[in-house]
Nanobody, 126 residues
Framework: QVQLAESGGGLVEPGGSHQLSCAPS????????MAWFRQAPGKEREFVGGIRARDVPFYGNSMKGRFVIRKDNAKNLLTLQMNRLQSDDTAVYYC????????????????????WGQGTQVTVSN
């Protein structure tokens, strides 16, 4: 059983930067496909970014150029660096993972992922 623990949520000023982390209970980062999703109140869950083992990251359109997803294999940690945050970035951010090597077209699909964290709240506001 794999458990994913997100951390780093909090209140961030508009235009600011922030970083989230996902720490799996067992070693997964180096060999699993992992991703970040987010969900704002009243909205569908949205793909933020994902990365397969030994691969380049993929991003949702709204996050390109502002967010960076990264695997730290040595620390078994998945991070999300968020820059130039806007109020509409306010959401619960979820870490997700699957042991499957996903084809590129399914990396951004929720149903592709087996394991999910509980989420961490990011609020962008003055």
């Amino acid at each position: 059983q794999v458990q994913l623990a997100e951390s780093g949520g909090g209140l961030v000023e508009p235009g600011g930067s922030h970083q989230l982390s996902c720490a799996p209970s067992v070693r997964t980062v180096s060999v699993y496909t992992m991703a970040w999703f987010r969900q704002a109140p009243g909205k569908e869950r949205e793909f933020v970014g994902g990365i397969r083992a030994r691969d380049v990251p993929f991003y949702g359109n709204s996050m390109k150029g502002r967010f960076v997803i990264r695997k730290d294999n040595a620390k078994n940690l998945l991070t999300l660096q968020m820059n130039r945050l806007q109020s509409d970035d306010t959401a619960v951010y979820y870490c997700a993972a699957t042991a499957s090597t996903l084809i590129a077209s399914t990396i951004g699909t929720q149903s592709s992922y087996t394991y999910w964290g509980q989420g961490t709240q990011v609020t962008v506001s003055n």
